[in-house]
């Protein structure tokens, strides 16, 4: 083996045969990540905010739901739409919910890191529902902790039907 080759080998965080093999441990990763920010508060002596890492977990999460929703029969062209599905996150979200959580909320932030104002982010707790919709029908707050619990739950779905599917082959 070659130098330049050994010195890749070595700074390679995975290698993988597959995609599937690859999101076993990249979505995984990406909540574990989310929890880790919802538990972890920033320093006060970098941040001039001592509250939790909202943006980095929101910008996970979203990313993780993105995921599932792209392995998700019936979710393939509008990823978002396995918010819908009631096998993984059975949210009963109208359209214009999942068009604001899609554009206002996963694209402002991963795109610009932005949210725009009025658009919130809270911890809320695991009991609350993941989105508060306001008095217009309308998403106006994400609570992060339900959001990560119900992104827990998805992932585990989402690999329990990959590995029933290849114990079926």
């Known amino acids: 083996i070659n130098q330049r080759f050994f010195s890749l080998l070595?700074?390679?965080?995975?290698?993988h045969k597959n995609k599937n093999s690859?999101?076993?441990?990249?979505?995984?990763?990406?909540?574990?990540?989310?929890?880790?920010?919802l538990k972890n508060k920033k320093d006060p002596r970098v941040f001039t905010n001592s509250g939790y890492y909202g943006f980095p977990a929101a910008i996970l999460l979203l990313s993780a739901?993105?995921?599932?929703?792209?392995?998700?029969?019936?979710?393939?062209?509008r990823h978002f739409d396995v918010l819908n599905n009631k096998e993984f996150f059975g949210l009963n979200l109208k359209e214009t919910s999942i068009k604001t959580l899609y554009n206002e909320y996963r694209c402002m932030l991963i795109h610009e890191t932005v949210l725009n104002p009025g658009s919130l982010l809270?911890?809320?707790?695991?009991?609350?529902?993941?989105?508060e919709i306001s008095t217009n029908k309308n998403i106006s707050a994400l609570n992060l902790l339900s959001l990560l619990r119900c992104t827990k739950k998805a992932v585990e779905i989402l690999f329990q039907h990959e590995t029933e599917k290849n114990t079926e082959k």
Not at 22 to 37: D, G, R
Request: proline share 9%; net charge negative.
């Open 10 to 15: 070595q700074t390679t965080m995975a290698l």
């Open 22 to 37: 690859m999101l076993t441990e990249s979505l995984p990763e990406m909540v574990a990540i989310a929890e880790y920010c």
């Open 65 to 77: 739901i993105d995921a599932i929703g792209a392995y998700t029969p019936g979710s393939k062209r």
């Open 122 to 131: 809270r911890m809320g707790t695991e009991t609350d529902p993941p989105f």
